[in-house]
T-cell receptor, first 114, second 113 residues
Framework: ETGVTQSPTHLIKTRGQQVTLRCSSQ?????VSWYQQALGQGPQFIFQ???????GRGNFPPRFSGLQFPNYSSELNVNALELDDSALYLC?????????????FGPGTRLLVL | AQKVTQAQTEISVVEKEDVTLDCVYE???????LFWYKQPPSGELVFLIR??????QNEISGRYSWNFQKSTSSFNFTITASQVVDSAVYFC??????????FGPGTSLSVIP
């Protein structure tokens, strides 16, 4: 059973650019959630995808968007990057959306916006 | 609204000491789930435990134990005989049935040899 993987591990972009982060869910999981973790803070929920549909969204602007593919892998896209978007982006996978499920996290992508 | 408070920002202990990490949560829902995650310097969040609101039984797993008290809305985590490998940031998290996971701000634990 493979765990959650994310790519790339590190990324440097400049303000105004666009970025795409990728996540492969753990085997058997059909739900992917994305989190932003600023330095020294807890993760903040961005959105969740279940069976290729967005299934909940946190307080993030529309320039944060996502996709989930038939194999349940997922992408996080951020347009018009701002300096405050510099953070660790974490992907978590789980099975179902009942509320009881446990999310398992990937190693994250560290994004630096200059 | 849901909220998780971890009042201890940083804790330092000497190896082999016991340490308790505090977590206080707020929710109006009667059904909810509480989690603890460990985040070592590598950045990956490691799942430690999940507890649902109907199960107040304390749990012990090796050197780790958890004390869930609904009366005080607390879900505290104790490490017995701490080791250097326990050094990490620990997050308490709350999830209600149809809402997102809310993480606390984390407690940074340093275990000094």
């Amino acid at each position: 059973e493979t765990g959650v993987t994310q790519s790339p591990t590190h990324l440097i972009k400049t303000r105004g650019q666009q970025v795409t982060l990728r996540c492969s869910s753990q085997s058997g999981h059909n739900t992917v959630s994305w989190y932003q973790q600023a330095l020294g803070q807890g993760p903040q929920f961005i959105f969740q995808y279940y069976r290729e549909e967005e299934n909940g969204r946190g307080n993030f602007p529309p320039r944060f968007s996502g996709l989930q593919f038939p194999n349940y892998s997922s992408e996080l896209n951020v347009n018009a990057l701002e300096l405050d978007d510099s953070a660790l982006y974490l992907c978590a996978s789980s099975f179902g959306t009942s509320g009881r499920e446990t999310q398992y996290f990937g190693p994250g992508t560290r994004l630096l916006v200059l | 609204a849901q909220k998780v408070t971890q009042a201890q920002t940083e804790i330092s202990v000497v190896e082999k000491e016991d340490v308790t990490l505090d977590c206080v949560y707020e929710t109006r829902d009667t059904t909810y789930y509480l989690f603890w995650y460990k985040q070592p310097p590598s950045g990956e969040l490691v799942f430690l435990i999940r507890r649902n609101s109907f199960d107040e039984q304390n749990e012990i797993s090796g050197r780790y134990s958890w004390n869930f008290q609904k009366s005080t809305s607390s879900f505290n985590f104790t490490i017995t005989a701490s080791q250097v490998v326990d050094s990490a940031v620990y997050f308490c998290a709350l999830k209600t049935s149809y809402d997102k996971v809310i993480f606390g701000p984390g407690t940074s634990l340093s275990v000094i040899p």
